[in-house]
């Protein structure tokens, strides 16, 4: 049987979730900075923009796994606040994510779809590394969407990186506003119909 | 695509594939069960919970829990908000039976758990619903109508000292106190009924 924590020393015990979330994250991170040189953008901006898009986008999480599964929580909404990484929803975080990012636009003055398709490079990239964290944490892997079937977990990360590949690729060759927010819906779809 | 995007492509399939070698030469060392071969194992249940009862002296599972020893004594609430422990037990046979309610085929077993515990008088199922809320599962356990204990391992700390890595897994402890084994997967009633017969011809 597997080791449910990826560091455990007395009474510090770190679990799979939050290491694989900590690297994938500082990955988002640099790559969310050297992007906006790509995009010709404030790189002090766009790092500002990623931390307040992290936060939101956990909220958003939380919210939509108790909106999703409301029925518990009926009056009983200060449990929402007890969460565990057992408890959250990738769509909820993307749609928070996203909401936040149409505020972030406005107040930056910065083209939306420019935006979208920057950070939405950095959160394919932090999902194809993420999603493994599904092969060391077992009651994470079955109790996800994706939880069918091991090999589900490469397809899914394989299915991030094309995105990420797709999005470089035809962000750049055809020049149409809907292209990031269609592949962005195809991949989010696609996550929860494997 | 210019350079630097090659390279962070390059860098992120890179990434990929070594947790991909990582995570694959990793399962070929520990046979995690999956829950698609969790109805597989069924049949090969029927073996294992033989070889649980003839070699309850020399098999152990890992240093901190061990077949043979003093099961690990836990204190959680149950769903009236009392604490239950795992020691109020003794002088009973217990099924320890980690469960959650997303888990099919948790669901598919707990009408056997709760025949198996109505049936005999000297053994108790105790049901430790893992890291889920209290509602919910208090919802689940009156809807099925079952009668045995269920207590709330909230933070996941007993499922993790039990090594539970999947739903369901039980374990079977004596009337001292004592681990007699633990199966993971779903057992069916006749299963069960071997494994407690098993347990009964031995003392």
């Known amino acids: ?194 | 695509m210019n350079k630097r995007i090659l390279i962070i492509i390059l860098v992120a399939i890179e990434l990929v594939a070594g947790l991909f070698y990582f995570t694959s030469s990793k399962d070929k060392k520990e046979d995690i069960p999956s829950e698609s071969s969790i109805s597989n194992n069924v049949d090969k249940n029927e073996e294992k919970v033989e070889e649980i009862v003839e070699e309850e002296d020399t098999e152990s599972i890992e240093p901190d829990i061990a077949i043979g020893e003093l099961a690990p004594d836990f204190t959680l609430v149950n769903l009236d908000g009392e604490e239950v422990s795992l020691s109020d037990f003794r002088g009973k046979y217990v099924l320890i039976n980690f469960w959650a309610t997303w888990c099919k085929y948790c669901d598919i077993e707990m009408p056997d758990l709760d025949r198996l515990n109505e049936e005999n008088d000297d053994l108790v199922v105790l049901a430790v619903n893992v890291m889920e809320e209290k509602a919910l599962v208090d919802k689940y356990i009156k809807e099925g109508g079952y009668k045995f204990p269920v207590v709330l391992d909230e933070k996941g700390e007993v499922a993790i000292t039990y090594l539970v890595s999947a739903f369901p897994t039980s374990y079977f402890v004596d009337k001292e106190g004592i681990l007699l084994g633990g199966v993971p997967g779903m057992m069916t009633y006749a299963q069960m009924n071997q494994v407690l017969e098993g347990i009964r011809g031995n003392e």
């Open chain 1, 1 to 194: 049987m597997n080791n449910i924590s990826f560091f455990s020393y007395k009474s510090i015990n770190i679990s799979y979730f939050m290491a694989f979330a900590i690297i994938s994250g500082v990955l988002a991170y640099i790559l969310s900075s050297l992007l906006a040189k790509e995009y010709k953008m404030d790189k002090s901006k766009i790092q500002d923009m990623y931390l307040t898009l992290l936060i939101i986008g956990f909220i958003g999480a939380r919210l939509g796994y108790v909106f999703w599964n409301f029925k518990p929580f009926k009056g009983k909404l200060l449990s929402i606040l007890s969460l565990s990484h057992y408890n959250l929803s990738l769509l909820g975080g993307v749609v928070g994510a996203i909401l936040a990012l149409i505020i972030l636009a406005r107040m930056y003055k910065i083209n939306f779809n420019n935006l979208l398709s920057l950070f939405a490079t950095s959160f394919y990239f932090a999902m194809a590394i993420g999603v493994w964290v599904l092969k060391f944490d077992y009651l994470l892997f079955m109790s996800s969407s994706i939880g069918k079937s091991e090999n589900n977990i490469l397809l899914v990360s394989a299915m991030f990186l094309l995105a990420m590949v797709l999005e470089k690729y035809l962000k750049n060759r055809v020049k149409n506003k809907y292209i990031t927010p269609t592949i962005l819906i195809v991949v989010m779809a696609l996550y929860y119909l494997i």
